[in-house]
């Protein structure tokens, strides 16, 4: 990575933690507490790359229907990495943003964020944002009402109006959308913000994904031409 262009706002869909403890005989929930520890060293490579703004998906708003001890499990395990790793984040200089439904948590998960949040809110480096309790429809849906609010009776809805509603609203595009795990989906994920970013698909597992993994997937981002809708010859002559 010299003079490759660096994408601004990177999402991750952490995906496999489960499948990488059951190929060890493990319970699933073993899989998600070494998906915390490869979370940190991501955070941190994220950081230091001074890519902007990292979005991560911890929690999506149909994982309510896996079993309930995972989900509980789950939630636990949020509470504790959010105790231990603001230290890690104040000295990465990052700041913690949730975006989701954060109001469908217990109200000690929403006191957790809350403080994780309050304690990191000066730093000016990496946007760190966990997407918990979140879909992408949902997203939509949420700015679409929020942005009908504020419309005159006859003014009709458009992107500029709803975009700025998004929980992403303060946030650079989305440049780049890498998922683990080798299935290639987007799972509800951030819809409408990936509509021009650029997709990566690796097939290793969330814990198996390092930060070598991920200088592959800014590699190749680096090598893509993004049109846009334009042609390559069009992408070619504007940057010359
Ligand atoms: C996907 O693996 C991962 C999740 C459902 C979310 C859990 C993510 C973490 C524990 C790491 C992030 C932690 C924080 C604090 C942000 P899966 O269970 O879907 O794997 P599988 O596809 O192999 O079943």
Not at 21 to 48: D, L
Not at 86 to 112: C, E, T, W
Not at 165 to 193: A, C, H, V, Y
């Amino acid at each position: 990575m010299t003079d490759k262009k660096t994408p601004k706002h990177v999402a991750i869909i952490m995906d496999g933690n489960g499948r990488w403890a059951q190929q060890r005989n493990k319970k699933r929930t073993f899989g998600h507490k070494a998906g915390v520890e490869k979370t940190r060293e991501i955070v941190e490579a994220c950081a230091e790359k001074h890519i902007q703004s990292l979005t991560l998906f911890a929690f999506s708003s149909e994982n309510w229907a896996r079993p309930e001890e995972e989900v509980s499990y789950l939630m636990e395990l949020f509470i504790l990495a959010l105790k231990r790793e603001v230290r890690m984040l104040n000295k990465n200089n990052v700041q913690l943003k949730f975006i989701g439904n954060i109001a469908g948590f217990s109200s000690k998960l929403q006191k957790s964020i809350t403080d994780a949040q309050t304690q990191t809110i000066n730093n000016d480096g990496l946007q760190l944002n966990i997407a918990a309790n979140y879909g992408g429809r949902w997203d939509i849906v949420n700015a679409a009402n929020q942005a009908s609010l504020n419309l005159a009776p006859d003014e009709l809805l458009s992107e500029e109006v709803l975009e700025a509603e998004l929980t992403t609203k303060e946030l650079p595009t989305l440049d780049l959308m890498i998922r683990t795990g080798g299935e290639k989906r987007i799972s509800n994920f951030l819809i409408w913000q990936a509509a021009y970013a650029e997709l990566y698909f690796s097939d290793k597992l969330w814990p198996d994904f390092d930060s070598t993994e991920l200088d592959k997937a800014l590699e190749e981002y680096g090598d893509r031409q993004r049109r846009y809708g334009k042609t390559g010859e069009q992408i070619s002559h504007e940057t010359e």
